[in-house]
């Protein structure tokens, strides 16, 4: 049997999410918008996701959510932001939207925060 995968590191409290909101950088794309924060360590990217009921039911949400979390878990295996803070907000189009075009969608994110490329903490925190 194969070790099971150590659970990324996530955002619960709500003062951390208000905290990427209120001094992180953001990009937005069809499929969801992304809020990223530099912090002062190199540990694993902290992850949160957020998708409010302006949405759809719970049904809708809680497929959002996994789309936006299997999304996040392959492209930060290709692209590891350590030290940063993410959270990924659904979008109506997010449950509906092609899976491969999502995927994309946070790539593009990523390079629009400075994420992607061997930029530094101090990067990321400018606007």
Same mark, same amino acid.
């Given at each position: 049997?194969?070790?099971?995968? &150590?659970?990324?590191? #996530?955002?619960?409290? *709500? +003062?951390?999410?208000? $905290? @990427?909101? !209120?001094?992180?950088?953001?990009?937005?794309?069809?499929?969801?918008?992304?809020?990223?924060?530099?912090?002062?360590?190199?540990?694993?990217?902290?992850?949160?996701?957020?998708?409010?009921?302006?949405?759809?039911?719970?049904?809708? &949400?809680?497929?959002? #959510?996994?789309?936006? *979390? +299997?999304?996040?878990? $392959? @492209?930060? !295996?290709?692209?590891?932001?350590?030290?940063?803070?993410?959270?990924?907000?659904?979008?109506e189009a997010t449950s509906g939207r092609e899976f491969p075009a999502l995927l994309d969608d946070l790539r593009a994110a990523?390079?629009?925060?400075?994420?992607?490329?061997?930029?530094?903490?101090?990067?990321?925190?400018?606007?």
């Open positions: 049997m194969a070790p099971a995968a &150590r659970k990324p590191n #996530r955002l619960t409290r *709500r +003062a951390e999410f208000l $905290l @990427v909101a !209120a001094r992180g950088r953001k990009a937005a794309t069809p499929g969801l918008v992304l809020q990223a924060l530099a912090r002062d360590d190199d540990a694993p990217a902290r992850l949160g996701f957020t998708v409010t009921k302006k949405v759809g039911n719970a049904v809708v &949400r809680n497929r959002t #959510r996994r789309r936006l *979390r +299997a999304c996040a878990r $392959l @492209v930060l !295996a290709e692209v590891p932001c350590p030290g940063r803070d993410l959270v990924l907000i659904g979008r990523l390079a629009r925060v400075a994420l992607a490329g061997a930029a530094g903490p101090a990067s990321a925190r400018s606007r």
